[in-house]
């Protein structure tokens, strides 16, 4: 219910629109020798964001906000569904770009846009929204992986953190990041397919508040082939999301077989 939310897949038709601009990765590497298992770091997090019980006890959630653009000046409106098992729903509105949006019903994955059309999701990329729907993912599952190690502790985004390798069962890998002192997520790298081939992205999310029973943060950074996209939530609600939320439009049922 967290990265989850927010992904790599849908700053991409936005994103490769625009000027490229350098970007740093923020990290830098950091010696050591006592590294905590990755499994406990994973713990660490779930109990400070409120514990494994409050994360299972949540069946959907609806998610508001802002979305800007710095390189371009573009600001607009940001909502998110996601439900249990692998729903979601995700829509950005943007000034002189309009609606983007990019949507998995548990067996259809599609996005629309005004810059691409209405387009269907298949093979490696539809695998890939199939694994990162899930509802519950931070909870890192192990059945979802072949292996999850520590790395190191580096520096990500000015802070000390502990880099973790996730592999999946299928070979592919993301690495993410938890901060040392406060025991949270603070970010990932993950590689996912695209029209363009394998696109790899830089995630940073911090500014955690609490929304009912659960820690969220509630600023997401993503830096994507040189440029940056910045969400910022401000409500998040439980229990609240119809299924019929994650029906695909009009455009997309034309194009299902």
Do not use: C
């Amino acid at each position: 219910m967290r990265l989850s939310v927010f992904r790599l897949g849908l700053a991409l038709p936005v994103l490769t629109v625009l000027a490229f601009m350098p970007a740093g990765s923020g990290m830098q590497a950091q010696p050591s020798t006592d590294l905590p298992p990755a499994r406990e770091i994973i713990d660490r997090h779930v109990k400070e964001v409120g514990g494994r019980k409050a994360i299972l006890a949540q069946s959907s959630m609806h998610a508001i906000g802002t979305v800007s653009l710095p390189a371009a000046g573009l600001s607009g409106k940001l909502e998110a569904f996601h439900s249990k098992p692998n729903r979601f729903l995700q829509r950005m509105t943007l000034p002189g770009i309009g609606d983007l949006e990019e949507g998995f019903d548990g067996t259809v994955g599609w996005s629309l846009s005004p810059l691409t059309g209405p387009a269907l999701l298949d093979g490696k990329q539809l695998a890939q929204r199939l694994f990162d729907a899930d509802f519950y993912e931070e909870l890192k599952d192990p059945a979802r992986y072949k292996s999850i190690t520590t790395l190191e502790k580096t520096t990500f985004e000015g802070r000390p953190a502990y880099k973790i390798r996730l592999v999946q069962k299928t070979g592919e890998e993301d690495i993410e990041f938890y901060d040392v002192e406060t025991g949270l997520k603070a970010g990932a790298i993950t590689t996912r397919d695209s029209p363009m081939g394998p696109v790899q992205g830089t995630t940073s999310v911090s500014d955690y508040k609490k929304f009912g029973s659960l820690m969220q943060p509630t600023t997401t950074k993503v830096s994507l082939m040189g440029t940056q996209m910045i969400m910022a939530v401000s409500t998040i609600e439980y229990g609240v999301v119809e299924p019929a939320v994650f029906v695909p439009p009009a455009q997309i049922k034309a194009l299902v077989k």
